[in-house]
């Protein structure tokens, strides 16, 4: 919302409940962090869990009808069922705007460092899913404006939802003064920027580097303000982090750097071994905004090569999912396993190299995030899927610690508790299974736990550790 936001001092600093007690029908819960541009809260509605972004109004001369109308229409526009997910609502008071939208749970920038860690066909199929929600965007004269891993949220079955379209932050930004991308864009604080190059502007050079005095990004968006080739380079930016694991290409230094002719991201995407994925990349990462294809086009000249031939009919499969948000988890599964024939025929054809690309990988995503785990969650899947094609799996015998790890864990000490994937606690079982030690550590807290020297106690110190030197 321009220059003008930035330079408005507020009276008084209030804590984001304040301005969220008084709408009808939500409940909040807590904050998701706040920032001098937005105060970010997770709230409950009829129809959910939402997250509430508050703008605090200090100067009641800002176009913010305007504005509210830009995200009405994006509303009309955007769909999940193409991987947008739009603002649902705006509403102003007179002491704030909000905007509503629905809680995800899991970023991108979230799962990188979540287990088990992303496969590379699992990558693949992100970076396949943020092109199609682009070219769906673009397609409709709709640029983001802020594409970064946080705004790529993933549901359970991994279906990429690109949320927080920014039409409401400026264009163009000074290159010669940080105080507006860091008001902007820098939410994380993380210093990573993957603002397109050319929407940096010398103050003297640019008549118009205020969003308030130009006119929505749906009406000048492709007629020289925000255009789709600023989406695909920072689009290209997050998936570099994506596919590297957390490293970013560029730090708003060197990015300022690059525009000048300084050096590129050569040195981060030779991380990356895929030789396709790394040329996708590089095409998106361009100086120039004419050298960088547009996502349709991406996706027309790489198919079958970085992207395998399948991913187009297992979008539209799942549309049909992400579409149906109606059906229960059994009806579903019902569906999976009259569907995998199909399925498995076009993973054969259209694979290519199998071992790199097995798609059954990304079905069986959709298979155990559609498991109601009230119902025995292993049967159905193991014996009407895996029994019948044991080669949908990698199997690793003992490493899930699944199995009776009473004794490990509460009787002796375990030294090999760190090679295993997850283990299960069985701690509300102590009782009957551990009585012997039960008595005495019934309950462990930071004291009694100092004290204990079975595995768990070793695993809980690690713990205790952790925090402690995290806040001191």
Known sequence: MGNQLSATVPSQI?????????????????????????????????????????????????????H????????????????????????????????????????????????????DLEKKWIFFQVLKALSFAHTNRVCHGDIKLENIMLTSFSWVLLTDFASYKPAYIPEDNPTDFTYFFDTSRRRVCYIAPERFRSEGGDRQISRLNSQSVLDQGLKGE???????????????????EGVPPFTLASLLAFRSGGPGPEHVLEKIEDLEIREVLKIMMAREPSDRMSAYHLLGKYKGVAFPGF??????????????????????????????????????????????????????????????????????????????????????????????????????????????????????????????????YGVFNETTIMSYNQT????????????YASTN
């Open 68 to 119: 509210q109308s830009n995200l009405e229409v994006l509303l009309s526009v955007l769909t999940p069922q193409w991987g947008c997910l739009p603002f649902q609502k705006a509403m102003l008071t007179d002491k704030a705007v909000l905007l509503f939208r629905q809680y995800i749970h899991t970023s991108a920038y979230d799962r990188i460092s979540t287990r088990p860690f992303l496969m």
């Open 311 to 440: 991913f187009d009919h297992f979008y539209k499969y799942f549309q049909i999912i992400a579409d149906d948000s109606c059906s229960l988890s059994d009806e579903r599964m019902k569906k999976f396993h009259k569907d995998l024939p199909h399925l498995m025929d076009i993973f054969k054809r259209d694979s290519g190299n199998t071992r790199k690309n097995n798609g059954c990988v990304i079905f069986l995503t959709l298979v155990t995030a559609n498991i109601r785990w009230y119902y025995n969650a292993g049967e159905r899947p193991s014996i009407e899927v895996l029994y019948k094609d044991p080669s949908l799996v990698h199997r690793v015998k003992l490493k899930f610690g699944a199995h009776m790890l009473v004794h490990k864990l509460y009787k002796s000490y375990w030294k090999e508790w760190k090679e295993q994937i997850t283990i299960h606690l069985l701690f509300n079982h102590r009782p009957y299974l551990d009585k012997e030690n039960f008595e005495t």
């Open 14 to 66: 209030l804590p984001v409940d304040h301005y969220i007690e008084e709408i009808e029908n939500v409940v909040y819960e807590k904050s998701l962090g706040s920032t001098r541009f937005f105060k970010v809260a997770r709230a409950k509605a009829q129809e959910g869990d939402i997250v509430i972004k508050v703008f605090v109004v200090n100067d009641p001369s800002l176009p913010l009808n305007e």
């Open 456 to 467: 768990f106690g070793f695993m809980a110190r690690e713990v205790l550790l952790m925090k």
């Open 226 to 244: 925000l255009n789709p080739a600023m989406d695909i380079f920072s689009a290209g930016c997050a998936l570099t982090e994506l596919w590297t």
